[in-house]
């Protein structure tokens, strides 16, 4: 089991950048694939990204693709998501999630475990 903790969450300006950190608990983060979901007010939780437990393969939503990059440092349990070229529709709470699969996964039914989540507000 591992426990996740969302942290650089904030309000930016529409075109500004931010960087999201997820830390996880335990010994066995290298073997969870990781994935960032986000949900906006009254909206269902969507995709956004997703890295395998190497970090050798990436995979990212059509509204992210281009702007956003996920990435991963085994050795400090953590995972990242930069955030480029900010949308306000990219406003949400951001959710960090370890699934036990193999292999990039995109759909919140795959994931076993996600953290509280960290608010981004894009301001127009």
């Known amino acids: 089991q591992v426990q996740l903790v969302e942290s650089g969450g904030g309000l930016v300006q529409a075109g500004g950048s931010l960087r999201l950190s997820c830390t996880a608990s335990?010994?066995?983060?290298?073997?969870?694939?990781m994935g960032w979901f986000r949900q906006a007010p009254g909206k269902e939780r969507e995709f956004g990204a997703a890295?395998?437990?190497?970090?050798?393969?990436?995979y990212y939503a059509d509204s992210v693709k281009g702007r956003f990059s996920i990435s991963r440092d085994n050795a400090k349990n953590t995972v990242y998501l930069q955030m480029n070229s900010l949308k306000p529709e990219d406003t949400g709470v951001y959710y960090c999630?370890?699934?036990?699969?193999?292999?990039?996964?995109?759909?919140?039914?795959?994931?076993?475990?996600w953290g509280q989540g960290t608010q981004v507000t894009v301001s127009s």
């Open positions: 999630e370890a699934s036990r699969r193999f292999g990039v996964k995109t759909t919140q039914r795959e994931y076993d475990y």
């Open positions: 335990g010994r066995t983060f290298s073997l969870y694939t």
């Open positions: 890295i395998t437990k190497s970090g050798d393969s990436t």
